[in-house]
């Protein structure tokens, strides 16, 4: 599966990611949003990529280190919405691909491209509003449509995923 994030929209449309861009900068909220597009991808092992879109004409927002499962896009003189949607059209047909927005239009126009193998999600579904900065860490619990209201994993399989995933990026 390939995951298409609308970067600026679920930034804007996420309490915490908000609250951490008010606080801390835009470019810590777009850090921390693919910091959890990573753990998304890692979570998840029909997640194959992950793609997140953001509104600049500016390339490297100074975003650290990420894995070679999320690719950063910037839109470059258009806006992020017709980047996801150019993408789509260049890479039709798509086999099981996810939007991650709350832009209906651009959730519409998506699917429209690409029929039944397209699943529009809103941001509720993947990232749940509680996630703020440094704490995102600790209280990550994703949800997807399916998986809404499970159990969050426990602080030893959480500090096991953390020890695996600095493994996989060379990190400390």
């Known amino acids: 599966m390939i995951v298409l994030i609308d970067g600026c929209n679920v930034i804007k449309r996420n309490r915490g990611l908000l609250r951490q861009m008010e606080k801390l900068g835009f470019r810590q909220a777009c850090e921390d949003l693919v910091r959890i597009a990573a753990e998304y991808a890692l979570k998840r092992r029909e997640v194959r990529k992950v ?12 975003l650290g280190r990420k894995p070679p499962c ?49 699943e529009a999600v809103p941001v509720e579904c993947f990232v749940p509003s509680a ?38 990026w060379n990190i400390g």
């Open 51 to 62: 793609l997140v879109f953001f509104d600049s004409k500016e390339e490297g927002l100074g």
């Open 70 to 118: 999320v690719e950063v896009r910037y839109s470059r003189g258009q806006t992020a919405d017709e980047a996801i949607l150019a993408w789509i059209e260049n890479n039709y047909p798509l086999k099981n691909a996810r939007i991650v927005s709350d832009d209906l239009g651009l959730r519409r126009s998506a699917q429209a491209r690409c029929g039944g193998n397209f």
């Open 131 to 168: 996630v703020s900065g440094a704490a995102a860490e600790e209280k990550s619990s994703f949800t997807h449509a399916a998986g809404a209201g499970k159990k969050r994993l426990g602080g030893k399989a959480e500090s096991e995923i953390n020890r695996e995933l600095k493994k996989r």
